[in-house]
Antibody, heavy 122, light 111 residues
Framework: EVQLVESGGGLVQPGGSLRLSCAVSGFTFSSYWMTWVRQAPGKGLEWVANIKQDGSEKYYVDSVKGRFTISRDNADNSLYLQMNSLRAEDTAVYYC???????????????WGQGTLVTVSS | QSVLTQPPSVSGAPGQRVTISCTGSSSNIGARYNVHWYQQLPGTAPKLLIFGNNNRPSGVPDRFSGSKSGTSASLAITGLRTADEADYYCQSYDISLRVWVFGGGTKLTVL
């Protein structure tokens, strides 16, 4: 059974940092692109970042470039999102997902975790 | 304003058929990127419903189907059930913006 379990969310002040984790099981983690998608309260889905199987390629939505860093540990079957300089507009549920694609572009998100809530507020 | 446009809401009676549209442009759906659909039941994570325009993952009933034409795509749901009440999102890739894009979501109400 495929499982993705996020952790690390919580309340943080504007300008603060948080590191999200996603523990994966049920598939060969090192064979797939991985993704973070977020959903602000009452809003739609927004793609945040992707990382290639070996971590050599990373892509980010413009609004988080320079502030967020996606990474992975294939030995530990774990995905991470380091979030710095957090803003109120980063408040959202953050989901990790397995991306299925043959190339760096396109593709879909096959499996999703349950999400972890990040609240940025003073 | 989402890159992919969906109606905010649709509704139908049990047993009926509804469709949800997803309108893009020449830089995403029209650029031959596939469209995918996700179902998000209240309080839960999104779930892949349709991938590659018209393919169902294992376990998704054939009441759900997808299509794509030009710069638009559609999700059709037949034999509506109350359990289908959820938010539905389309997704593709935009080659101009170089981002993965979602529609704004459509809330399905089964009357």
């Amino acid at each position: 059974e495929v499982q993705l379990v996020e952790s690390g969310g919580g309340l943080v002040q504007p300008g603060g940092s948080l590191r999200l984790s996603c523990a994966v099981s049920g598939f060969t983690f090192s064979s797939y692109w991985m993704t973070w998608v977020r959903q602000a309260p009452g809003k739609g889905l927004e793609w945040v970042a992707n990382i290639k199987q070996d971590g050599s390629e990373k892509y980010y939505v413009d609004s988080v470039k320079g502030r967020f860093t996606i990474s992975r540990d294939n030995a530990d079957n774990s995905l991470y999102l380091q979030m710095n300089s957090l803003r109120a507009e980063d408040t959202a549920v953050y989901y990790c997902a397995r991306r299925i694609a043959e190339t760096a572009t396109g593709g879909h998100f096959q499996d999703w975790g349950q999400g972890t809530l990040v609240t940025v507020s003073s | 304003q989402s890159v992919l446009t969906q109606p905010p809401s649709v509704s139908g009676a049990p047993g009926q058929r509804v469709t949800i549209s997803c309108t893009g442009s020449s830089s995403n759906i029209g650029a031959r990127y596939n469209v995918h659909w996700y179902q998000q039941l209240p309080g839960t994570a999104p779930k892949l419903l349709i991938f590659g325009n018209n393919n169902r993952p294992s376990g998704v009933p054939d009441r759900f189907s997808g299509s794509k034409s030009g710069t638009s795509a559609s999700l059709a749901i037949t034999g509506l059930r109350t359990a289908d009440e959820a938010d539905y999102y389309c997704q593709s890739y935009d080659i101009s913006l170089r981002v993965w894009v979602f529609g704004g979501g459509t809330k399905l109400t089964v009357l």
